[in-house]
């Protein structure tokens, strides 16, 4: 019981915006992958700027992922947001490590900013997800392709890639 962090990056260390950068690399696998995450936990945390990132593009629903988000209870941690359209969204002006404390069970958070920082110093974090995707994004878009991977003993991982 606890948050599970999942964050999106790039071979080059991008993790902002990442619908920018997306594209064709959340293919299937990656929506039945995040659709099953979603299904695993109790409810669904953002922060103010993660809100403002996704309510536009996912609030509507009418696909598989953005139904299964729908249907999660979502906190939104601001002092600042009036209101909210999105559906089970619940606006938490308090102290959010305390609030998360007292939902329980398992929560998701996308990203790794401030929200994450502050729950992961807290003890609150259970488990970092980093899916790193085979894209360069600076100076230009640029595609690659895995040609291997090493994991060694200390944790790190090695990604080798060429561009496809």
Do not use: C
């Not at 948050?3 to 999106?8: A, D, E, Q």
């Not at 696998?29 to 996704?54: C, N, P, T, W």
């Amino acid at each position: 019981m606890g948050v599970i962090v999942s964050s999106l990056i790039t071979a080059d260390g991008v993790r902002d915006e990442p619908m920018s950068w997306i594209g064709d690399l959340f293919d299937t696998d990656a929506v039945e992958g995040s659709i099953a995450q979603l299904k695993s936990v109790d409810a669904f945390l953002m922060g103010r700027r993660s809100y403002d990132y996704f309510a536009p593009a996912w609030s509507g629903g009418g696909d598989p992922y953005t139904d299964a988000l729908a249907e999660l209870p979502k906190y939104v941690f601001s002092s600042t947001l009036e209101s909210t359209d999105w559906a089970n969204t619940t606006i938490v002006r308090t102290d959010a490590v305390e609030a998360v404390r007292a939902l329980g069970g398992t929560s998701l958070l996308y990203g790794f900013g401030r929200l994450a920082q502050s729950l992961l110093a807290a003890g609150l974090v259970e488990r970092i997800r980093f899916g790193v995707h085979p894209v360069l994004v600076r100076p230009a878009r640029t595609p690659l392709r895995l040609t291997g991977t090493e994991r060694r003993g200390n944790g790190a991982v090695v990604l080798g890639y060429e561009p496809a």
